[in-house]
């Protein structure tokens, strides 16, 4: 049970949102009129039971009450959670309230609604199923031309309708092991290994991937490289023999002196090859500062400082420069930087770089698994100072394009939106945006407290702006249509 102070219940209400239905009615003394199903009575204050949860008023708030009849209330909680779509607990209530009143309309109508929705999901589902038949199917006829880029969409087609497909994904893991093969083999070593960490991001309980990711980084005579790999591998398959078979051949043939300690300081460790220049020596001092700088600020806008953590890692080396042209890339625990790939970038992109990377580690720490990925994105690039194309987002509105937020988040988690990336990214720092410029950063930077003990986002958001977040998402939205 949550219990909320009498300003955010007010403010949440004088939203307005529309009721169906009447229901007990708590008159305020401010004047505000909160509606719901009374469920509990003391002598200090009174449970209301709401569309979203409960609340707690204090009963020195209220001028007077006035009850509803059970079937009103049942009425009210039912259209809630319709609204809410959830269908079980909603055919519940209207059930109820038809024990009640046999003939109530309201309940009859919304029980017909929901059986036409149960027919219609039912008939989405078989035409789904249908579809992941058929592009796997395709899938098969193009891999077997070896047209292994035109498989790959069919395959990621058919996994984005329906992620606990084990065929697809056993085809899919297969696929990304030949693509990535075929690349390697024909000399696109950048791409076989971008191809084979997507690959990783959304099979992360796969050891194939991973096992070929340094079998590549092997072959190429870069021992370093692979034994990170594998070792990284052994952790989450510590019982694989054929990973530690081949650590054991990587380092006797390692003739490489490992990564030294650069620089550790408060929040970051770096580690660089041993051998750099005097120019690269520079560079990496500069940037060292850049995330000194914004690690301190970071800190001071989440009034949040990450303990000092030995592995969180820092690379900086010309070998892993084509793999990350972008030059900084956060790894979920460590933020890789190629410093070949920075050479001609401006003071301003790489601050910008650095903050994104930064900001993303410091979610990462502060909320681990119980930060949305959108939230993570969209935040990151909120800081980072990226710009906020609105155009782009009523553009794909008009066009059918924009993506609901659930898909989103899938997008964000899996690394899989492919051409829709910018669209993802955008829709993410639109959201985030527009919370910050309604609400405030302080409400945010509140909400990701509250997340990181474990509370939903969607009550966290909702706790602190005092607007459900459905309700919230949906404003937006609309914004973006004007």
């Given at each position: 049970?949550?219990?909320?102070?009498?300003?955010?219940?007010?403010?949440?209400?004088?939203?307005?949102?529309?009721?169906?239905?009447?229901?007990?009615?708590?008159?305020?003394?401010?004047?505000?009129?909160?509606?719901?199903?009374?469920?509990?009575?003391?002598?200090?204050?009174?449970?209301?039971?709401?569309?979203?949860?409960?609340?707690?008023?204090?009963?020195?708030?209220?001028?007077?009450?006035?009850?509803?009849?059970?079937?009103?209330?049942?009425?009210?909680?039912?259209?809630?959670?319709?609204?809410?779509?959830?269908?079980?607990?909603?055919?519940?209530?209207?059930?109820?309230?038809?024990?009640?009143?046999?003939?109530?309309?309201?309940?009859?109508?919304?029980?017909?609604?929901?059986?036409?929705?149960?027919?219609?999901?039912?008939?989405?589902?078989?035409?789904?199923?249908?579809?992941?038949?058929?592009?796997?199917?395709?899938?098969?006829?193009?891999?077997?031309?070896?047209?292994?880029?035109?498989?790959?969409?069919?395959?990621?087609?058919?996994?984005?309708?329906?992620?606990?497909?084990?065929?697809?994904?056993?085809?899919?893991?297969?696929?990304?092991?030949?693509?990535?093969?075929?690349?390697?083999?024909?000399?696109?070593?950048?791409?076989?290994?971008?191809?084979?960490?997507?690959?990783?991001?959304?099979?992360?309980?796969?050891?194939?991937?991973?096992?070929?990711?340094?079998?590549?980084?092997?072959?190429?005579?870069?021992?370093?490289?692979?034994?990170?790999?594998?070792?990284?591998?052994?952790?989450?398959?510590?019982?694989?023999?054929?990973?530690?078979?081949?650590?054991?051949?990587?380092?006797?043939?390692?003739?490489?002196?490992?990564?030294?300690?650069?620089?550790?300081?408060?929040?970051?460790?770096?580690?660089?090859?041993?051998?750099?220049?005097?120019?690269?020596?520079?560079?990496?001092?500069?940037?060292?500062?850049?995330?000194?700088?914004?690690?301190?600020?970071?800190?001071?806008?989440?009034?949040?400082?990450?303990?000092?953590?030995?592995?969180?890692?820092?690379?900086?080396?010309?070998?892993?420069?084509?793999?990350?042209?972008?030059?900084?890339?956060?790894?979920?625990?460590?933020?890789?930087?190629?410093?070949?790939?920075?050479?001609?970038?401006?003071?301003?992109?790489?601050?910008?770089?650095?903050?994104?990377?930064?900001?993303?580690?410091?979610?990462?720490?502060?909320?681990?698994?119980?930060?949305?990925?959108?939230?993570?994105?969209?935040?990151?690039?909120?800081?980072?100072?990226?710009?906020?194309?609105?155009?782009?987002?009523?553009?794909?509105?008009?066009?059918?394009?924009?993506?609901?937020?659930?898909?989103?988040?899938?997008?964000?988690?899996?690394?899989?939106?492919?051409?829709?990336k910018e669209l993802v990214s955008m829709e993410a720092l639109g959201l985030v945006s527009?919370?910050?410029?309604?609400?405030?950063?302080?409400?945010?930077?509140?909400?990701?407290?509250?997340?990181?003990?474990?509370?939903?986002?969607?009550?966290?958001?909702?706790?602190?702006?005092?607007?459900?977040?459905?309700?919230?998402?949906?404003?937006?939205?609309?914004?973006?249509?004007?």
């Amino acid at each position: 049970m949550r219990y909320f102070p009498l300003a955010l219940i007010t403010a949440l209400f004088f939203l307005g949102r529309p009721l169906n239905v009447m229901a007990d009615e708590l008159f305020l003394k401010n004047g505000r009129v909160i509606k719901g199903r009374i469920v509990k009575k003391t002598t200090g204050d009174i449970k209301v039971e709401v569309w979203y949860g409960s609340i707690n008023v204090e009963r020195s708030e209220v001028y007077s009450i006035k009850e509803a009849s059970p079937k009103e209330n049942y009425l009210l909680l039912a259209d809630g959670y319709k609204m809410r779509n959830d269908s079980q607990r909603a055919q519940a209530f209207y059930n109820l309230a038809l024990e009640l009143d046999p003939e109530c309309r309201e309940a009859k109508g919304a029980l017909e609604e929901l059986k036409g929705k149960a027919e219609l999901a039912q008939n989405l589902k078989k035409k789904r199923e249908d579809k992941i038949f058929n592009l796997n199917e395709l899938a098969a006829q193009e891999n077997g031309r070896q047209n292994y880029a035109q498989a790959m969409k069919y395959l990621k087609e058919a996994y984005s309708l329906d992620k606990g497909n084990d065929v697809t994904e056993d085809n899919l893991i297969e696929l990304y092991l030949n693509y990535s093969g075929q690349l390697f083999k024909s000399g696109e070593k950048a791409l076989a290994a971008e191809l084979l960490a997507e690959g990783k991001r959304m099979f992360p309980e796969n050891a194939e991937l991973p096992i070929l990711e340094g079998e590549f980084y092997y072959r190429d005579g870069n021992y370093d490289a692979a034994i990170r790999i594998w070792q990284e591998a052994l952790k989450i398959f510590p019982d694989s023999r054929h990973i530690q078979s081949r650590l054991e051949e990587a380092f006797r043939l390692n003739k490489a002196k490992p990564f030294d300690t650069y620089y550790s300081g408060t929040l970051f460790c770096f580690k660089a090859p041993n051998d750099l220049n005097r120019e690269e020596k520079n560079r990496l001092d500069s940037l060292i500062a850049v995330f000194k700088k914004t690690g301190e600020n970071l800190g001071a806008r989440l009034h949040y400082y990450p303990p000092k953590i030995s592995n969180i890692i820092f690379y900086g080396g010309r070998d892993i420069s084509p793999v990350i042209p972008s030059g900084i890339f956060y790894n979920g625990g460590e933020i890789v930087v190629s410093l070949p790939a920075l050479k001609n970038k401006s003071g301003k992109e790489i601050e910008a770089k650095v903050t994104y990377a930064c900001t993303n580690f410091f979610l990462d720490l502060l909320m681990g698994d119980n930060c949305p990925f959108w939230m993570r994105e969209g935040f990151s690039l909120y800081l980072s100072g990226a710009p906020y194309d609105v155009n782009l987002l009523k553009e794909a509105e008009k066009k059918g394009n924009f993506l609901k937020l659930r898909r989103v988040e899938e997008f964000l988690r899996d690394n899989n939106a492919g051409e829709l990336k910018e669209l993802v990214s955008m829709e993410a720092l639109g959201l985030v945006s527009y919370i910050v410029e309604n609400y405030g950063e302080k409400f945010l930077y509140d909400s990701f407290k509250q997340i990181a003990q474990g509370t939903d986002y969607e009550d966290a958001l909702e706790l602190y702006l005092a607007v459900p977040f459905v309700q919230l998402n949906y404003e937006w939205v609309e914004s973006v249509k004007k």
